[in-house]
């Protein structure tokens, strides 16, 4: 099984405030394999616009875009090459 048909790598960044979310979910994309995924846990209420703006401009796809309570959980796909 290929990294991008696994589980996502999680990545926790509650308690973090813009812009520490995204440049930890950069530094995560970077080190995985071309279309493996990011399950991305974060509070601060500014990462939805960020992981928006952020998917359309570096092409990751931001496959999913939630709350589940306090929390924002966001799926992305590293783009494939």
Excluded: I
């Amino acid at each position: 099984m290929s990294e991008s048909d696994s589980e996502p790598r999680l990545l926790d960044v509650t308690g973090l405030n813009c812009p520490m979310p995204l440049l930890k979910a950069k530094k995560a994309l970077n080190e995985l394999q071309p279309r493996a995924l990011l399950k991305v846990l974060a509070t601060d209420p500014g990462s939805v616009r960020d992981f928006e703006v952020f998917s359309r401009q570096s092409g990751h796809e931001l496959l999913e875009s939630g709350r589940d309570g306090d929390t924002y959980v966001y799926l992305l796909r590293k783009k494939a090459g």
